[in-house]
């Protein structure tokens, strides 16, 4: 079964930039350009931040950014703010049609 | 303003079935697919999404996890484009807030999510 991998936490200071890593451990995320980032507060259903590897829904702050290197897709958070202190997670379209979601990362605020 | 209305918690007993059902309104997306996603209750991210399945409400076409094949039964009525998910043979794994999302196919993410429905299975 498909899996990515992020990081269980990454920390940064307010006005920093943090980096957030999404691993696919196999092939069945066939050319991994349907990546999209989900931002989720304690309590709320999560929110889509980036999606298509590197690309902003309206209304979201363009601090975030997305790229991807192979198999590594990765999420940015530019100027750090209390507000960001969250949960993040991949998600990424299969070779069978289906979904998967990474494992989750906990973004604190210093 | 694109809503995503969800049916309510719900309790069952270890071997039960259990159906929670979804509808989208005040969108004009002409084709698109309702996600179901669970999150287990606890800390996050220890306690992470996982992606269950989705269904077009127009054509029926289903998507199912791999992990629930053979447990999981996705439907819709078209004349309402209300779908609905039906867990069989429930552990205490399936305890769980299942939540509904809206993808307007094509594009790969999950635009709007509903307030997700608490299944809890307990003997």
């Known amino acids: 079964q498909s899996a990515l991998t992020q990081p269980a936490s990454v920390s940064g200071s307010p006005g920093q930039s943090i980096t957030i890593s999404c691993t696919a451990t196999s092939s069945d995320v066939g050319t991994f350009n349907h990546v999209s980032w989900y931002q989720q507060h304690p309590g709320q259903a999560p929110k889509v931040v980036i999606y298509d590897v590197t690309y902003r829904p309206s209304g979201v702050s363009d601090r975030f950014s997305g790229s991807k290197s192979g198999y590594t897709a990765s999420l940015t958070i530019s100027g750090l703010q209390a507000d960001d202190e969250a949960d993040y997670y991949c998600k990424s379209y299969t070779v069978a049609k289906n979904y998967v979601f990474g494992t989750g990362t906990m973004v604190t605020v210093l | 303003q694109v809503q995503v209305l969800q049916s309510g918690a719900e309790v069952k007993k270890p071997g039960a079935s259990v159906k929670v059902s979804c509808k989208a309104s005040g969108h004009t997306f002409v084709n698109y697919f309702l996600h179901w996603v669970r999150q287990a209750p606890g800390q996050a991210p220890g306690q992470g999404l996982e992606?269950?399945?989705?269904?077009?409400?127009?054509?029926?076409?289903?998507r199912i996890a791999q992990s629930l094949q053979g447990r999981l039964s996705l439907t819709r009525d078209a004349s309402t484009g209300t779908v609905y998910m039906e867990i069989f043979s429930l552990t205490s794994a399936d305890t769980a807030l299942y939540s509904c999302a809206v993808e307007p196919s094509g594009t790969y993410y999950l635009h709007q999510w509903g307030q997700g429905a608490l299944v809890t299975v307990s003997s």
């Open positions: 992606w269950v399945g989705a269904i077009n409400p127009n054509t029926g076409t289903t």
